[in-house]
Nanobody, 120 residues
Framework: QVQLVESGGGSVQAGGSLRLSCAAS????????MGWYRQAPGKQRDLVAG???????NYADSVKGRFTISRDVTRNTVYLQMNSLKPEDTAVYYC??????????????WGQGTQVTVSS
């Protein structure tokens, strides 16, 4: 079992910043990809940013230049620094981790979600 604990969501005015964190724990042999997704009411869950075990990153076009994803390998933690927030960034943000468990099985785990609300 792999557990993810997210933190850092909240409410902020447009132009403000927030930092999300997601810590993975449990039966983990190795972590491959870590990422953040978001889901606004009535919309599908979309990838915001991802980071590989090698440190390569990718971003949704809508957040490029404003959001930065990073990871602390020693802590199995992924971060999302969100700057210049816009009302359209309002959504529930979910952490996603993919890797290999102690029994050498592949796993994909999701965080519980954290609300980010940006007011104009």
């Amino acid at each position: 079992q792999v557990q993810l604990v997210e933190s850092g969501g909240g409410s902020v005015q447009a132009g403000g910043s927030l930092r999300l964190s997601c810590a993975a724990s449990g039966s983990i042999f190795s972590i491959n990809n870590m990422g953040w997704y978001r889901q606004a009411p009535g919309k599908q869950r979309d990838l915001v940013a991802g980071i590989t075990s090698g440190g390569s990153t990718n971003y949704a076009d809508s957040v490029k230049g404003r959001f930065t994803i990073s990871r602390d390998v020693t802590r199995n933690t992924v971060y999302l620094q969100m700057n210049s927030l816009k009302p359209e960034d309002t959504a529930v943000y979910y952490c996603n981790v993919r890797g290999i468990g102690l029994l050498r099985e592949y796993f994909t785990s999701w965080g519980q979600g954290t609300q980010v609300t940006v007011s104009s």
